[in-house]
């Protein structure tokens, strides 16, 4: 019994705070943004504009929450859910430090794969109910997008399979004491990088709502806390697939003592999500068809290339 | 490949560059003396309206948004009776300006008009009849010329030769 108020109490406090990391993102988002590009950002409400968070928030909330008269109304409102839900899944299986986790699944990695498959559905099924054209396109777009970068950002992460020798992530990580796995794993590291942004659809492949093209893509026909939902969710998405970089291939909570674990892991954590957001100052968006050729014709090969390779020198030294 | 790794780095160096950012409130940006914001009506060097109700102003302007009447004085000395600029029309182009002949109308450095009442962007004559001569001065329209209206004899203007005699204007 105890056993169990612990663990539901640990699952809340990490839903709490990923969610408030989440929306605290928006603001370290546009800050940073900021910075790179010579402004100074928000910086009026409260220390820092650091309560700019709270004071979107209650915009958001206050905000008419219309559903379109043509739009598919059940699937309209589920839309938005599924990509909160999905991602927020996803993290009960990334392991913040020993003890801090929601389960420990022995299939982790493939659980995390359900879910971001599952979270291409709400770009399909909100760009479909939204009954408009550009969200169509996006939807399209989108799902495309999604349905090519997952079936190598899988095989991206065989290799650390291969080397850890399972599919838990615990195990991963502490098969990780003596090197980080970016360092054997490199190539898998950036493939799945480049595949974390796509199925994130952050900048620079943020084909699904390219602002210039389609208005807001998938999402152009929600508003007040829907809308909400699909930012909160694209955040959410970049903190999940910078935890599992940190997880897979920078050794997770492992550090240099002197600071705890979860510290460790949360530093890994920011460093990769700053990363994402420099590469939305600094990068412009690629067209579709190169999009698709760069993942097809590049990134599949390469990450096949990775997996023989590190299957053979697994083999070869055992 | 490399280029995109060069731009990365471009990027983040420019965290440490000057802001370009002016914090209004606090800082404020400057404005060139013939910055054109608020409109004032100025007057002459003796204290008297220097409009005098020609309607070129409000013909000139592009957005229609300034309004006014006529009317003459005991001595025939034409001034608005009343002038009404809407502020939420105007495009602050300064063409009333170039329009006027007298020097009346004037755009000035100043952009600070926010209102809570959209109705309160109207400003009647009172709001812009300001005491001094703007950005000219010395200029009194009808010292240099036109009728007599009490300000200086026929023909005795800074610019104006005397009346011509007719019956004496003889080939
Ligand atoms: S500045 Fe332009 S728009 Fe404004 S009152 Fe004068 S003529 Fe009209
Ligand atoms: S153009 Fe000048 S003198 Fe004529 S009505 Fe307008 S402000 Fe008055």
Request: glycine share 10%; with cysteine.
């Given at each position: 019994m105890n056993e169990t108020l612990k663990l539901s109490l640990i699952a809340i406090a990490i839903l709490l705070v990923l969610v408030t990391i989440a929306a605290g993102l928006i603001w370290v988002e546009r800050r940073m943004l900021a910075a790179w590009q010579d402004r100074y950002g928000p910086n009026r409400v409260g220390t820092f504009g650091i309560l700019q968070v709270a004071a979107d928030m209650i915009k958001i909330f206050f905000k008419e929450d219309w559903i379109p008269p043509f739009a598919d109304k059940s699937v309209f409102i589920l839309a938005p859910a599924i990509v909160m839900t999905t991602i927020l899944l996803s993290f009960?299986?990334?392991?913040?430090?020993?003890?801090?986790?929601?389960a420990d699944l022995n299939i982790g990695l493939l659980f995390f794969f359900a879910m971001s498959s599952l979270g291409a559905y709400s770009v399909v099924l909100g760009g479909w109910a939204s009954n408009n054209k550009y969200s169509l396109l996006g939807a399209v777009r989108g799902s495309a997008q999604m349905i090519s970068y997952e079936i190598f950002m899988g095989l991206s992460l065989m290799g650390v399979v291969i080397m850890a020798g399972s599919f838990n992530l615990t195990d991963i990580v502490l098969a990780?004491?003596?090197?980080?796995f970016f360092i054997p794993q490199f190539l898998g590291f950036v493939i799945f990088f480049i595949a974390g942004i796509a199925e994130t659809h952050r900048l620079p492949f943020d084909i699904p709502e390219a602002e210039s093209e389609l208005i807001a893509g998938y999402h152009t026909e929600y508003s007040g806390m829907k809308f909400g939902m699909f930012f909160i969710g694209e955040y959410l998405g970049i903190t999940l697939i910078s935890a599992l970089i940190t997880t897979l291939f920078f050794g997770g909570w492992l550090g240099f003592g002197f600071l705890p674990p979860v510290v460790w892991f949360l530093i890994k954590m920011f460093a990769f999500i700053l990363f994402f957001v420099l590469l939305r100052a600094s990068l412009p968006r690629p067209r579709y068809d190169q999009l698709m050729s760069l993942g097809w014709k590049i990134l599949l090969p390469l990450s096949f290339l990775n997996l023989l390779v590190t299957g053979a020198l697994v083999l070869y030294f055992q | 490949m490399f280029s995109i790794l060069r731009s990365l780095w471009i990027t983040f160096l420019h965290m440490f560059h000057k802001r370009v950012t002016i914090e209004y409130p606090e800082e404020k940006a400057p404005l060139p003396?013939?910055?054109?914001?608020r409109i004032v009506l100025t007057r002459d060097p003796d204290d008297m309206e220097r409009c005098v109700g020609c309607y070129l102003c409000a013909a000139a302007c592009p957005v229609d948004c300034i309004s006014l009447q006529a009317t003459e004085d005991e001595n025939g000395r034409r001034y608005p009776e009343f002038f009404r600029i809407n502020f939420s029309r105007?495009?602050?182009?300064?063409y009333c300006e170039d329009a006027c002949p007298t020097y009346a109308i004037q755009l000035i450095?100043?952009?600070?008009?926010?209102?809570?009442?959209?109705?309160?962007?109207?400003?009647e004559k009172e709001d812009l009849l300001i005491a001094g001569q703007g950005?000219?001065?010395?200029?009194n329209y009808y010292r240099e010329a036109g009728v007599d209206v009490g300000v200086k004899g026929k023909g005795e203007g800074i610019n104006e030769d005397k009346p011509v005699d007719v019956r004496k204007l003889m080939p």
């Open positions: 009960s299986i990334i392991p913040f430090a020993p003890g801090i986790l929601v990780q004491k003596n090197v980080w | 003396p013939r910055w054109r914001g105007c495009i602050f182009c300064g450095p100043d952009f600070e008009m926010g209102e809570y009442n959209r109705q309160n962007l109207v400003y950005k000219y001065h010395g200029y």
